[in-house]
């Protein structure tokens, strides 16, 4: 579906939501029922994001870019 544009890959934790803020780097947030986790800044590498594209962490840990359909 996208192309990987990251290098760095991202060590995934159970119990956390990923995703490419938008200061370019990767965030992980406590799903709901997470009690104990907090909102942390684990990536080291930032993104450029660009206008039409959806940025999100695949399964494997790296940062893929996808084009929008409508964007």
């Known amino acids: ?3 990987r544009i990251g290098s760095e890959k991202i060590m ?3 119990g956390y939501l990923y ?3 938008k200061d370019g780097f ?3 947030v406590p799903m ?3 009690k104990k986790g907090s909102k942390k800044k684990v990536g080291t590498q930032k993104v450029d994001k660009k206008k ?3 940025y999100y962490v695949g399964d494997d840990g790296y940062v893929y870019q996808a084009k929008m359909k409508n964007a």
Request: glycine share 16%.
């Open 19 to 21: 995703f490419v803020g």
């Open 32 to 34: 709901k029922h997470n």
């Open 12 to 14: 995934r934790e159970e």
């Open 52 to 54: 039409g594209y959806l």
């Open 26 to 28: 990767v965030w992980r």
């Open 1 to 3: 579906m996208g192309s």
